[in-house]
């Protein structure tokens, strides 16, 4: 047994310092007998460090404590996963209720709960019981407007996770019926490091989604979960009953949002019997289907429409009398995607980890990993149709849907996958982009994969940084590997701005004096003092439309050849040049003036708590992503970006540090909605509490159940 939980074990009945509140039992947390008893040691950070008797009892206990960290947006999701957010809640649900009635989520919700092993099934009712426990000790706690969704069954924890994973991840409805680019999962950066290249010869993990702010069914939970065989620290999507984002003693993982196209949309040949198909008029088949909308009345009524079905499946119409269309989704017999991310949180060595991966019933996602032996692993992970040619862009818009060959029949293998394992280099990373250069030198040869599995590229400046800060030096220290992901310098300028400068140079005109003035002062780093850094964002979108995507105005583009340089420089100096001088009045006219500190306008700033924030936009090749609103009320905050940071190092004693940067609760009055926002404009990190004796010297309430 490893000195950590050797220490950890003999201190279980260590006592909790004096200030920590203890409530008495209630009878509803008393109904967490039933699967097996336990208790939640809430630290103060507001994270639940869930001890329990059984793995029934971790899930009853993490339900528990997402009920009392995010109640009221968690029934939201739930009465919306029902697909009777309308009856609920009124008709600005109704367009999210009809699609998924309209795809049989909540019906196939239900057979696949049936389809779970017993365990999973008494896992999945346990974490449902423990939110109807919450609701019950705490009536007080929650919005009325959506206690009308209790009691919750396993059912719902199912329909949930279905409705996430395949219905809003691989196909929404703005993604099938309006553009299939959407991006519904935000995204996220990831590092592995092998001992080879780690300076105390043990392996470090990197986990970093950058997912909305605004709590929706994006938003992010830490937590720690421990039962006899299961104990797991990290951080999953509110509503989920296992974490996405974990590790244990032995390894770690991580998600970031990858190409995986696991759905395909067919454009139909009507006629007045139905369709066309290989030649043959057939017609749809119907079935008749409803749900409910509560009126501005307060009258709940029924809404009845026929949902038609083609040989690939349900049919919708386009908006804008663009065509129709029968939608295909990969993994709607795959119900396990609950039970691969719990396998692989119980994994204790490659093998094992590898196992569950094996299982293919996660739909979409690169994974990367680490684990205490010293192997890493990034894998191009998901449910991928097998196709007959094409590359990402044919398969991404609606196909032929008059002919049999273009629809999929079966889906590829995980031997099929993208994957680095153990490379040379001794790092793997991503950062969104397709699986090529998971690690540097390059490993992966796009020509050896069909051609919809990825695009070739281009890279993100954000990914080719990523590269950079990994490959910095030949080894790097755990203090080094936390420095680098503090990184607030931009890649951008590196590319560019030598050459504006120097075009600029022999310009009388005063806006572009004062500003190549100021720019030729920055570092290139989008620190809250920073003077220049909201100017030369401006003329960045200016130069880089399309989100800083737009390589037009570069006068080399990116390449495959040269992945790390490109693209660069000017293709018109003069251009350029131009643009500075719209960027100065578009800055002045936004902030004021364009040497405003950066730090005065962008804020990190959650109700009462307002601090400078740090770090920009990832296109721009900023590490550190922060996706900045628009300017209201003076101040522009955070869209999405930094959320969870997870850093570990796999040694004896485990390193782990690690932040929430909106914190670890979205209830109202929490006073855990926004108590990590100093850290975060301070570019500072918590000790994660993995041993049960830091928990307690750290404690702020114990619930017993």
Do not use: C
């Not at 008494?122 to 009325?144: R, T």
């Not at 600029?504 to 780093?525: F, H, K, M, N, Y």
């Amino acid at each position: 047994m490893r000195p950590t939980l050797l220490a950890a074990l003999l201190l279980v009945t260590a006592a909790p310092p004096a200030l920590a509140q203890e409530a008495a039992p209630t009878a509803a947390q008393n109904a967490g007998a039933n699967a097996g008893g336990g208790e939640i040691l809430w630290d103060s950070y507001g994270v639940p460090h869930v001890y329990a008797n059984t793995e029934a009892g971790a899930f009853w206990g993490f339900g528990y404590a997402q009920a009392q960290n995010h109640g009221d947006l968690l029934l939201r999701m739930m009465g919306e996963a029902r697909g009777r957010a309308a009856e609920y809640w009124g008709a600005k649900y109704a367009d999210g209720d009809r699609w998924l009635v309209a795809n049989d989520v909540p019906q196939r919700s239900a057979a696949w709960f049936a389809m779970q092993t017993p365990e999973m099934q008494a896992d999945l009712q346990a974490f449902a019981d423990g939110i109807n426990a919450y609701a019950a000790a705490h009536p007080d706690k929650l919005d009325p407007a959506v206690r009308v969704v209790l009691p919750l069954s396993g059912t719902d924890i199912m329909a949930h996770a279905h409705k996430l994973m395949n219905y809003v991840y691989v196909a929404s409805d703005r993604k099938v019926l309006v553009d299939p680019r959407t991006n519904e999962a935000g995204g996220s950066n990831a590092w592995a490091v092998a001992p080879s290249r780690s300076e105390s010869g043990n392996a470090m993990l990197l986990a970093n989604p950058h997912l909305p702010w605004a709590p929706s069914q994006l938003t992010y939970m830490e937590a720690h979960l421990n039962a006899p065989g299961y104990s797991v620290y990290g951080a999953t999507q509110v509503g989920l009953p296992v974490l996405r984002f974990a590790f244990n003693d032995d390894l770690g993982f991580t998600n970031t949002v990858n190409t995986m196209l696991g759905f395909t949309s067919y454009q139909l040949e009507l006629t007045e019997g139905g369709y066309r198909y290989d030649g043959i008029e057939l017609p749809f088949r119907t079935e008749l289907k409803s749900y409910k909308v509560k009126g501005e009345d307060g009258v709940v009524r029924p809404v009845h429409f026929e949902q038609r079905y083609a040989v690939q499946g349900p049919v919708f119409d386009l908006p804008n009398d663009a065509g129709t269309v029968a939608l295909q989704v990969a993994g709607l017999d795959r119900p396990g995607a609950l039970q691969q991310y719990l396998d692989m949180g119980k994994a204790h060595d490659f093998a094992g980890f590898t196992a569950a991966l094996e299982q293919m019933q996660v739909p979409m996602f690169n994974i990367v990993y680490a684990d205490r032996a010293g192997h890493i692993m990034y894998l191009d992970n998901g449910l991928l149709p097998k196709h007959d040619g094409g590359d990402l862009a044919t398969w991404s818009k609606p196909v032929a849907g008059n002919v049999s060959s273009t629809m999929w029949r079966e889906l590829h293998s995980f031997a099929d996958l993208p994957k680095v394992i153990d490379p040379a280099s001794g790092f793997v990373q991503n950062a969104n982009d397709p699986p090529w250069l998971a690690t540097w030198p390059r490993q992966l040869d796009p020509a050896a994969f069909p051609g919809y599995v990825a695009p070739t590229g281009p890279f993100s400046l954000r990914a080719q940084h990523s590269i950079e800060l990994m490959d910095l030096t030949p080894k790097l220290s755990f203090d080094q590997f936390v420095d680098r992901k503090l990184e607030t310098k931009a890649l951008m300028p590196e590319r560019v701005l030598p050459d504006l400068l120097q075009a600029a140079a022999g310009s009388t005109d005063p806006d572009i004096v004062a500003a190549t003035a100021l720019l030729s002062e920055w570092d290139g780093r989008f620190e809250p003092d920073a003077k220049a850094a909201l100017l030369f964002e401006t003329w960045a979108a200016l130069f880089a439309p399309n989100n800083f995507t737009d390589q037009s105005h570069y006068a080399v583009k990116w390449t495959l050849d040269d992945p790390l340089n490109t693209p660069r420089g000017l293709k018109s100096p003069t251009d350029a040049v131009a643009l500075l001088k719209q960027a100065v009045a578009r800055t002045t006219e936004l902030y004021g003036r364009i040497d405003r500190p950066f730090g005065e306008v962008s804020r990190f700033h959650i109700g009462d708590v307002s601090v400078p924030g740090n770090g920009g936009f990832g296109n721009t090749g900023v590490f550190r992503t922060i996706t900045w609103g628009a300017m209201k009320n003076g101040e522009r905050t955070p869209v999405h970006g930094e959320t969870w940071v997870s850093m570990v190092e796999f040694g004896t004693p485990m390193k782990a540090v690690g932040l929430m940067s909106y914190g670890n609760a979205s209830q109202p009055h929490s006073a855990h909605r926004s108590d990590q926002l100093d850290l975060l404009s301070r570019k500072e990190f918590r000790d994660l509490w993995i041993t049960r004796a830091e928990v307690e010297r750290n404690l702020e309430e114990r619930t017993p159940f």
